[in-house]
């Protein structure tokens, strides 16, 4: 079932997210949710905070357009080495519309739980590595445009401000 992706600045995205205790048949329909809704958007990554639920658990897929589907599932991820830094272009689906550069690692080592609670480890870098990092994020109630300079993060807020007021005269 697709969900409603909730978009800045409603107060869920800032909650932070607790950790799966049990891996039973409401986590695996959360996962399929946020698979199908991901890709319906479409996104390359979705954490189960956007759609208002708080649990650790985050769907990425980086394929290109028009090849074959490569999901990643990742449950209690944690990042436990990081490397390097990048800082390149990000969007999010909690934040229609904008983009920003932002200063990430630029390799991640994740282990993480798959569904059948097994402990996976991913070596990512590149857009797979910022993905890792943006949604893990997303997991501790924090969204890409919270790495902004200060100065940025306000030009931001104005800008947004704007967009939505006018989406209202608009809509
Ligand atoms: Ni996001």
Redesign the pocket.
Known sequence: MIRRILTYPDPELKKKSAPVTIINEKIIELVQDMAETMYDAP?V???AA?IGVHQRVIVIDISPKGEKPDLIVAINPVIVHAEGSSCDE??????PNYGASVKRHASVVVKALNLEGEEVTYRAEGLLAIAFQ??I??LDGV??VDHLSPLKKDIFRKKYRQMLEQSQVDG
């Open positions: 996104g990554g979705l954490a956007q990000e969007g999010c689906l909690s934040v943006h949604e994020d997303h969204l890409f």
